[in-house]
């Protein structure tokens, strides 16, 4: 059931355009791995997440630019970083 409400919250965050959906391979193992960030937030600070193959602690730096074919549409770019465990800060 929680499952459900998560993915109907995120459903609801992209459909009106609050959320971006992120995508890249994974520095360590190279599998694809997503997240979704609040589009607001996406150029002040990283967003952590692990990896769902191996686990190893990524970090996603974003880059949001206005396009000007419509107004109102984003494009979000970045990279994916691994973070080392050993110097991580949780803010």
């Known amino acids: 059931m929680d499952l459900c409400i998560f993915v109907v919250k995120v459903l609801q965050g992209l459909w009106r355009n609050d959320l971006v959906a992120l995508k890249g391979a994974c520095p360590n193992c190279g599998e694809e791995v997503f997240a979704f960030v609040k589009s607001d937030q996406s150029n002040n ?17 974003t880059q949001v630019e206005q396009t000007i074919s419509r107004a109102g549409r984003r494009w979000v770019y970045g990279r994916i970083y691994l973070v080392s465990r050993r110097r991580q800060k949780w803010k």
């Open 45 to 61: 600070s990283p967003h952590r997440a692990d990896c769902h193959v191996c686990e190893s602690l990524l970090e996603f730096r």
